[in-house]
């Protein structure tokens, strides 16, 4: 797996599969006028209503989003640890840290890193121990690791994402992006660009679990690229044998091919042919090779 499809894959859930709603509180409230574009995009893919934190009555709340300190200077972090509430919090930095990831976020004062993801099970398995660069990490700011459970994800020894409070508790040195003009959520989970809001991500999905749709487990690929189709066989390969053990053994395989070679590949239906069970098919690609498109053969025939 790319590391593009990496970040990409731990983007998830539609919402649809639940008729429960969480209501998210955002902290300060004039956050919501700052990121709207943000939190709009995200009660798109998570089930989520989305309302400004009211530190009089925290019942109604399912989790806290804090994107740093209000205009008087209050955070909302005892407090909503105290009512066991779920928490996203972005932290200021640890004492004599380097400049902060949540002004390098805004001001744009940023340098490339490598994000090192522990193996740590509250992470999505696309992410346990993998290494990513993004292009605005080099400078994030450390958080204080003696008040952190654990770390999920560091920064040339510093840790930008951990958790506290028993793993209710995310705590990031990485200010979320605002989607600034026509940005969509999927460029920030690429490679490059996903430090800022692949955090939050997680933090959601754990929200939402039980209730939102939960992805398939990891699988694998299995790509074969331009074997002949002239016949039932190719070396070692015989078709008929391969779509046999991936229905018996429940895996699947992808035949590459050309348009071109289509019209070489026998007439007569496999014996193994099934609409149901295929067990193979055939991936086609550089179809300008055929100067009439109109003249591509039909792939009904073949032995997959």
Avoid: K
Avoid at 51 to 64: E, K, N, S
Avoid at 76 to 104: I, K, M, N, T
Avoid at 213 to 225: E, H, M
């Amino acid at each position: 797996m790319t590391e593009a499809a990496t970040t990409q894959a731990a983007l998830t859930g539609d919402g649809s599969g639940t008729d429960r709603i969480h209501t998210l509180a955002v902290h300060p409230g004039s956050a919501l006028a700052t990121h709207d574009r943000l939190f709009d995009a995200l009660t798109r893919v998570f089930p989520l209503r989305v309302v400004p934190f009211d530190p009089a009555d925290l019942t109604p709340f399912d989790g806290v989003v804090s994107l740093g300190r209000a205009d008087d200077g209050g955070s909302p972090q005892a407090a909503v640890e105290r009512a066991g509430l779920p928490l996203y919090l972005v932290a200021d930095p640890a004492p004599g840290a380097p400049s902060g990831a949540a002004g390098a976020a805004t001001s744009g004062a940023a340098e490339r890193g490598v994000v090192t993801f522990t193996g740590a099970g509250a992470l999505n398995p696309y992410l346990r121990g993998r290494r990513i660069e993004d292009d605005r990490v080099g400078t994030a700011a450390a958080l204080d690791g003696g008040a952190l459970d654990e770390v999920l994800a560091s920064v040339d020894g510093r840790a930008i994402w951990g958790r506290r409070n028993g793993g209710a508790t995310h705590v990031v040195s990485v200010a979320p992006p605002d989607l600034a003009g026509t940005a969509a959520l999927g460029e920030h989970l690429t490679t490059g660009s996903f430090a800022a809001l692949l955090p939050l991500v997680q933090y959601l999905r754990d929200l939402t679990r039980g209730e939102d749709w939960t992805p398939p487990p990891l699988r694998a690929s299995i790509t074969l690229d331009d074997p002949n189709l002239a016949s039932q066989s190719y070396g070692w390969l015989d078709y008929n044998d391969l779509v046999t053990r991936a229905r018996a053994h429940n895996f699947h395989v992808s035949i590459a091919t050309v348009p071109l070679d289509a019209w070489l590949a026998p007439r007569s239906p496999s014996p193994t042919h099934s609409t149901t069970r295929p067990g193979a098919s055939c991936g086609i690609w550089a179809t300008d090779t055929l100067s009439d498109r109109s003249r591509s053969p039909s792939l009904a025939h073949l032995p997959a």
